[in-house]
């Protein structure tokens, strides 16, 4: 089973980037659909986006379309969140997450359908 680690969390101004990139180790992220998610304190986790095990589709949710924009490298094992345009509402610790996927296209946004998480990180955005 694939194990995920996340980094490029920190603090950056309103309006600024940052690049979350999701490390994955074992078996090969080719296999698998992946997703980042994100929760606030005293909030629920929530989707934020999902990119298909071939890479070729991606899902956001509506509060950060157009503004992020999910990739995955699978040669490197390696997926990413690139955050622009960010708000002090994207503040909050973001998860990387991976489920084995048999259907090369799909993606999925729910917490329930991944199997596989990382520790997450930190993001925070000051205004």
């Known amino acids: 089973q694939v194990q995920l680690v996340e980094s490029g969390g920190g603090l950056v101004q309103a309006g600024g980037s940052l690049r979350l990139s999701c490390a994955g180790s074992?078996?090969?992220?080719?296999?698998?659909?992946m997703a980042w998610f994100r929760q606030a304190p005293g909030k629920e986790r929530e989707f934020v986006a999902a990119?298909?095990?071939?890479?070729?589709?991606?899902g956001y949710a509506v509060s950060v379309k157009g503004r992020f924009t999910i990739s995955k490298d699978s040669a490197k094992n390696t997926m990413y969140l690139q955050m622009n345009s960010m708000k002090p509402e994207d503040t909050a610790v973001y998860y990387c997450?991976?489920?084995?996927?048999?259907?090369?296209?799909?993606?999925?946004?729910?917490?329930?359908?991944?199997?596989?998480w990382g520790q997450g990180t930190q993001v925070t955005v000051s205004s």
């Open positions: 990119i298909s095990r071939s890479g070729g589709n991606t």
């Open positions: 997450a991976a489920r084995e996927s048999t259907d090369s296209s799909n993606y999925y946004y729910r917490v329930v359908s991944y199997n596989v």
């Open positions: 074992g078996r090969t992220s080719s296999t698998y659909a």
